[in-house]
């Protein structure tokens, strides 16, 4: 009974964070920030900016044990899912040339990241899919953070590298960049 109380719930917190919570983060990034950043820093270099900030509420979140997870990894979870959608971003303005890009073309680009058939159009089943997926991902990492400093450790790394591995999987959507002339 247990097991399916807690898959009930992973479900219910995967609507809400697709219902509401990826088209709310998706509108508080500014895409021409992300522009920017791609053309003075470079990809990879803002890729790697991206995990650093990741790795950073990682590590905040899992320092001190179950106080700071209960607190920190609500906003841990959110600030992963913003840097993914940053990199995400600076990705598709690389291989494109353009910074702009439509909630549901950009949800597509998401959920091949993770794996999720998308089909023609992002539906809420796939937003939802793509939230679970996000949740089992960081709730398997939850219970080492209990452990105050190695948990610091833990979060951090774990973050870096998921952010890396998602850069990498988003790179490998579109092999062959945009190349822009200037005259």
């Known amino acids: 009974m247990k097991l399916k109380k807690i898959s009930d719930d992973i479900k219910e917190q995967a609507n809400k964070l697709a219902d509401t919570g990826f088209r709310q983060i998706f509108n508080r990034i500014d895409q021409l920030h992300i522009k920017k950043g791609v053309d003075s820093m470079g990809l990879d270099k803002f890729i790697e900016q991206c995990a650093l900030i990741a790795a950073g509420s990682g590590a905040v979140s899992g320092s001190g044990g179950l106080i700071t997870m209960v607190v920190g990894m609500p906003l841990d979870m959110l600030n992963l899912i913003s840097q993914q959608f940053r990199v995400t971003m600076a990705i598709t303005y690389y291989n494109r040339g353009s910074y702009k890009i439509g909630f549901v073309e950009f949800m597509k680009i998401v959920a091949a990241s993770f794996k999720v058939e998308a089909g023609v159009a992002a539906s809420k089943t796939v937003m939802e899919a793509v939230a679970e997926k996000l949740i089992m991902k960081l709730g398997a990492r939850a219970a080492r953070r209990l452990v105050p400093v190695v948990g610091a450790v833990i979060g951090g790394t774990a973050n870096y590298i ?19 002339q200037v005259n």
């Open 162 to 180: 998921f952010i890396k591995r998602m850069a990498k999987t988003v790179k490998e959507l579109h092999p062959d960049p945009v190349v822009i």
